[in-house]
């Protein structure tokens, strides 16, 4: 059974920077797509970013490209999400998610393990 905890969220202001991670167990986090997701309240569950699962290709959603960046380490079957230039609309319950399948995508259904989340607040 696939388990995922995430960590680094918290409280923090317009322009501050944080860094996600996600620790995964129970398959062979090297062969996982991984991705991040985020729901705000009220809102859809939308996606983030994902990376293969090797690391080469990575993709993110428009609001936030140029301003996160993920990563993973194999070695660590960790997954990241540095985050900079945090605006208020960014503030969400972020997820990581991984894929049984080598395919991925930016859809919900691309992913079958998910974590518990982590909240992310950015005051203006």
């Known amino acids: 059974q696939v388990q995922l905890v995430e960590s680094g969220g918290g409280l923090v202001q317009a322009g501050d920077s944080l860094r996600l991670s996600c620790a995964a167990s129970?398959?062979?986090?090297?062969?996982?797509?991984m991705a991040w997701f985020r729901q705000a309240p009220g809102k859809e569950r939308e996606f983030v970013s994902l990376?293969?699962?090797?690391?080469?290709?990575?993709y993110y959603a428009g609001n936030v490209k140029g301003r996160f960046t993920i990563s993973r380490d194999n070695a660590k079957n960790t997954v990241y999400l540095q985050m900079n230039s945090l605006k208020p609309e960014d503030t969400a319950v972020y997820y990581c998610?991984?894929?049984?399948?080598?395919?991925?995508?930016?859809?919900?259904?691309?992913?079958?393990?998910w974590g518990q989340g982590t909240q992310v607040t950015v005051s203006s």
């Open positions: 129970g398959r062979t986090f090297s062969n996982q797509p």
């Open positions: 990376i293969s699962s090797s690391g080469g290709s990575t």
């Open positions: 998610a991984s894929s049984s399948s080598s395919t991925f995508g930016t859809t919900r259904l691309a992913y079958d393990a």
